[in-house]
């Protein structure tokens, strides 16, 4: 267990990604192996609960973690660099994973998962460095976009829903916005007055009011 003077001061840098009464979810890098772990810490007790991927039944499918999202359900959705998308049912424990299937149309359009929006309509937006998906959660089922659907590059570093619900994007070429109402993509590039076209990872936000950022 870590002291919470430990817990400050050794995990300073860390990010919280969701809490409740009772426990606080955080993303940590691991100094000695190099990965990014999902760490639990329980207030009450000042323990950590690490989840890992192992041979074993219910783990995670990988330890290298880029996005965290949780969503109205209460389900926490963890994207990794090699293993897809992963559901953590908060209450049970238990964990789903989604995998891309070459053969079949409807799975993740890649296991290298960058960022994930929950839209509260029963869809989740997961970028990927191989198009944005929407994950219809009543049925389990994924739909595709990429640079044939209009996006100007496949590979998404950034998800980020305006006032209006549309789904803004950042990319390796760019900014890209889908319009939800029919499903259509305008894109945004040096031309437009952005700063260049190539964006980061892990470096998108929306304030309060409204505005949208990308890194």
């Not at 323990?47 to 996005?67: C, G, H, P, Q, R």
Request: hydrophobic share 30%; charged share 25%.
């Amino acid at each position: 267990s870590l002291s919470r003077a430990n817990f400050t001061t050794w995990f300073k840098s860390t990010s919280v990604l969701s809490k409740d009464s009772q426990s606080v979810v955080v993303s940590v890098p691991n100094g000695f192996i190099k990965e990014w772990l999902e760490n639990k810490f329980n207030k009450k007790s000042e323990t950590f609960e690490v989840y890992k991927s192992s041979n074993k039944n219910n783990s995670l499918s990988d330890d290298k973690i880029w996005a965290i999202a949780k969503d109205t359900d209460g389900y926490l959705w963890i994207g990794t660099e090699t293993g897809g998308l992963n559901r953590l049912n908060l209450s049970t424990e238990n964990i789903t994973v989604y995998k891309s299937e070459p053969n079949i149309e409807n799975s993740i359009s890649s296991n290298y998962v960058t960022s994930i929006l929950d839209s509260n309509d029963g869809f989740l937006w997961i970028g990927t460095n191989n198009g944005l998906n929407r994950f219809d959660k009543s049925n389990e089922t994924f739909s595709r976009y990429t640079i044939k659907q209009g996006l100007p590059s496949n590979v998404i570093q950034g998800i980020v829903q305006d006032e209006s619900k549309n789904i803004w994007l950042s990319t390796m070429k760019g900014i890209s916005k889908l319009d939800v109402s029919n499903y259509t993509f305008k894109n945004y590039d040096k031309n437009d007055g952005l700063q260049g076209n190539e964006f980061n990872s892990l470096s998108f936000y929306k304030s309060k009011r409204g505005e949208v950022f990308f890194g």
